[in-house]
């Protein structure tokens, strides 16, 4: 797998990177979680084990390094189950140029390099999100108040639903995508979700015009969720309040506040170029390939064992 991977990239002259595992700063996001050591060295107070490289792959678009990626370890504190592992491989890579469907278009070809064309027996379908979410959930997810969610987790049974997720937008979102829409997603091709509602943007840019609209996309395999990728948003004030955000988000649920990444603002204030990006859990891909049913089946030494 890791040999086809590379000499797909290699064919379409992107370059291969390494970045650091441990790093100064880590995600602020709210729904993720990183290992952090603590006084590792004498002159910095904290360096986090990385939940993806993103964040120094987008500073070498930054300095000019044109298309790369990059196959490594990531890490994500607390993330243990069926497709989760603490520590995990992911491949991750950026297109400078390239728009989201070129990117989607490319993740296609990789795949089906990659997989079998008796585990894809159809060509890859693309679904707008808001269309897919309307049509299981039967809610419109821009639209949609959060007591209309409620009343849809309530009749589905799912009444958890309201403890976990409570007044936030994007925490209900997340939710009924999960339990309810990646279930009825197409079978045996290649599913690609795109046009995330605002609120879920992360990373990601707002489409011009329609700012209601972040430009974002998943890929999925069987109702799998193999990756999640962006157009990337290069500007840095816009960034720096996404993170401000984030980081009174974690406060208020007494979650550790991570400092926010001013090199990487640095890097989108000297000039990200517009690019668009995409990881993919290879574990979860190797799943696919294998025919197995849980990540551990696929990992050497998984968590505990």
């Known amino acids: 797998m890791l040999a086809t991977v590379r000499n797909f990239f290699s064919d379409r002259n992107v370059l291969e990177v390494e970045t650091p595992a441990l790093y100064p700063s880590c995600n ?3 729904m993720v979680e990183s290992f952090a050591l603590t006084n590792t060295v004498a002159e910095m107070n904290c360096l986090y084990l990385q939940t993806s490289p993103e964040f120094a792959m987008k500073r070498l678009l930054a300095a000019g390094s044109g298309a790369i990626y990059q ?21 991750e890579w950026y297109r400078p140029g390239f728009s989201l469907r070129q990117l989607m278009e490319e993740v296609e070809a990789l795949l089906a390099a990659v997989v079998p064309p008796s585990q894809i027996k159809h060509h890859a379908v693309y679904l707008s999100y808001r269309s897919i979410f309307n049509q299981t959930v039967g809610v419109d997810p821009f639209l949609a108040t959060v ?37 009825q997603l197409p079978k045996q091709c290649i599913v690609f979700v795109y046009d995330y509602p605002a ?18 996309v998943e890929v999925f395999i069987d109702g799998i969720e193999l990756g999640n990728g962006f157009q990337e948003l290069t500007d840095a004030e816009q960034q720096k309040q996404r993170f401000l955000a984030q980081q009174a988000e974690r406060q208020q649920a007494g979650l550790p506040v ?44 998984p968590l505990g064992a």
């Open 28 to 30: 602020p996001e709210p």
């Open 71 to 91: 196959i490594c370890r990531a890490y994500r504190k607390s993330e243990s189950g069926r497709y989760h592992n603490p520590e995990f491989s992911l491949l």
């Open 147 to 183: 007591e209309d969610f409620l009343a849809v987790a309530n009749r589905l049974g799912y009444p958890e639903a309201e403890a976990i997720c409570n007044g936030n937008r994007s925490a209900w979102l997340d939710f009924l995508f999960s339990h309810v829409v990646q279930a």
């Open 199 to 216: 609120c879920q943007a992360a990373l990601a840019r707002l489409r011009p015009q329609q700012p209601d609209i972040a430009e974002r």
């Open 258 to 301: 991570p400092e926010i990444d001013e090199c990487f603002l640095g890097a989108l204030s000297a000039g990200l170029p517009d690019s668009a990006g995409i990881a993919i859990g290879l574990d979860r891909l190797l799943m696919k390939l294998c025919g197995l049913e849980r990540i551990q089946q696929v990992l050497t030494f």
